[in-house]
């Protein structure tokens, strides 16, 4: 089994390296740290799985994902991520991913989920983490609509804001004037908005 490892962490992907190895009859290929990357490596060798981060450097996780799944909808993918919203795993699974580990998961169950998405089996969270009424209650308090609380869980989510437009197919005067709104609601300090990159 020909395993890909997609994610910009070296000390991370020392650790996935070490536990994966344990597991027979399987080659490790060299690891690509983002999407473009990964569209490359994808292009020119065989691969059976790839273990997928969706925060990545210039080509995002999920942007990577849905080209993958268009491209080779026969290739498994394992989402390994720290988010853990329930948009992120609904989003992935819809985009045709066999399985979204937490970067909180320990060794065995790492192990356990590469070879049931090997097998062909899925694995997706049974409890996924109570974002949306966390959400519910921010929105009322500070009167923010569904679509500023979606530009938080990005901004979060560490997009910037041409990825922001490019995901919700809005431009960035948009992005911004949101952002705009949303300090003004919440009373952040107007640095909060030069955190951001362009």
């Known amino acids: 089994m020909r395993i890909l490892l997609a994610d910009d962490h070296p000390l991370l992907l020392d650790g996935l390296h070490h536990i ?10 060299p690891p690509v740290s983002n999407g473009y990357q990964l569209l490359d490596y994808l292009h020119t060798h065989p691969v059976d799985l790839v273990l997928l981060d969706l925060n990545m450097p210039k080509m995002d996780g ?14 498994k993918v394992l989402v390994f991520s720290s988010y853990t919203q329930a948009h992120y795993i609904n989003e992935v699974q819809a985009l045709g991913a066999s399985g979204y580990l937490y970067k909180t998961t320990d060794a065995p169950t790492l192990k ?41 869980r990005l901004v979060v989510s560490g997009l ?35 955190q951001f990159r362009p």
């Open 62 to 75: 999920l942007t990577a994902l849905k080209v993958v799944n268009q491209r080779y909808p026969a290739l």
């Open 20 to 29: 994966l190895a344990e597991l027979p009859d399987v080659e490790l290929l």
């Open 112 to 152: 356990a989920a590469v070879l049931a998405v090997a097998g062909g089996q899925t694995w997706f969270p049974k409890q996924i983490a109570p974002a949306e009424a966390a959400d519910d209650d921010f929105s009322r308090k500070y009167q923010l609509t569904k679509r500023e609380i979606e530009i938080i």
């Open 160 to 194: 910037t804001t041409r990825q922001m437009s490019e995901q919700l197919f809005v431009s960035e005067f948009t992005i911004n004037a949101h952002r705009r709104n949303i300090a003004r609601k919440t009373g952040a300090d107007t640095r909060w908005l030069s």
